[in-house]
């Protein structure tokens, strides 16, 4: 099932993101685009990005890939960004794993590698060989980079990385001295690539302006982002965030009584923004997984964003089903959300039809993607909380507004909770 198009600088190629039927999502590129493609003997489990398969069609061939989601130049940055530099074990990730890119692609080209690094929906570096930019230079400026004037182990086995990221034939006879010194340093950890910064609440609209003199008045602003996210999260979480607010309003009274000066400063709210989401990330670092997830360098950590399903349902190929009972949904949250939409367009306006499709019957669902039918919309998973999802609703044509919608698990029972516009959404 094709979900949408991609296109650079959000894919290395031009393509479409598909559901496979094994639950999967993959990126579908042609054949053509790919015809003196370095990367065609790779292997699928090194570093370096390799086909996992290709698909005949009609006009011609597919060549199945893993889906890159961003440059790891990109991700790195957003971490800086957002002040959160990577831990010792995230650096270990990288390094290991840029080594291992560079010696692979060695063993192929045996020549100077071009290609550009990209990270993994299931967040796992890669090399993806061709274009003008030569791997190595770049390798080395981001590995100077993840421990700027530091002196412990692990920067110094990341530097030793980064002097031989440029020469690959002395890299490749190095490799097991430099692994060794990098799992001494640390043990490798998957990479956070959910990252919360005060840069994304720029994209948020208040109702009002307000004086930024006063902190509090700041936090008033109805509805704070953290108080629309809470609402979709478990209660233990949002009982954490709570706490976390109330803490910080009584900490910037404390300082405006110490400091006795009227005039507030505007960096202040997003300071407390930032310490909301340090809070987020922690719980998040700390929600308990399968221990399958916990990644080293050669298998990398499997994404949050994506859920496998034993048969993934088509769009609109089980409307008829009672999508509050999730009997035969339960395990594909596209195909559940997909049935409670086609549900609640064919309850219409009745309440007591709507109780068993909405978690309150009584909310208003706004107008936009939601509405369209089943054939003319697509939905993804943004992130699974355990018993509540998030999932994008956007129209095949673009004409239509994408929204977000929340769905939560009652009783064994999936219901709809909440749908909001994409501009509304904190993160």
Known sequence: MVIRRVAPPDSPWAGVLARMTDGSIRLLVDAALLENWPGWRGAVDSHVLAPLDVRRRLDGHDVVLPVCTE????????????????????AVTVAVSIARGLADSHDRTRSVTSGEWWLTDAGRPVLVLGGDENAGVSA???????????????????SRVAALAEDTRVLVRESDVLEEALFQAADPEPLVTTVFAAVRARALTFDRL?????????????PPWWSRMSRHLDADFAELLSTTVSALR???R??????????????RPWLLAACVACAIAAVGLLWPGDASNSAVPGEAPRSPGV??????????EDASADPSTGADLSHDLVAITDALLVARGACASDAACLSGIQEDAGRAIPAGAVDLAPERRSIVVIDE??????LRVEALDHGTPAQFVVIVRSNDNWLLRDVTGTAEQPA
């Open 71 to 90: 440059r790891l130049r990109s991700f790195l940055e957003r971490r800086a960004r957002g002040d959160m530099p990577l831990s010792d074990g995230e």
């Open 140 to 158: 080395a400026t981001m590995l100077t980079r993840l421990r700027p004037g530091e002196v412990g182990s692990v920067a110094v086995a990341v």
């Open 210 to 222: 307000v004086d930024a003199a006063d902190d509090e008045a700041m936090l008033e602003i109805a």
């Open 250 to 252: 009584t900490r910037l």
């Open 254 to 267: 404390g300082m405006r009584r110490q400091s006795g000066d009227a005039k507030r400063s505007r960096g």
């Open 307 to 316: 859920i496998s399903s034993g048969a993934p349902t088509a769009a609109g």
């Open 385 to 390: 909380f355990g018993g509540a999802a998030v």
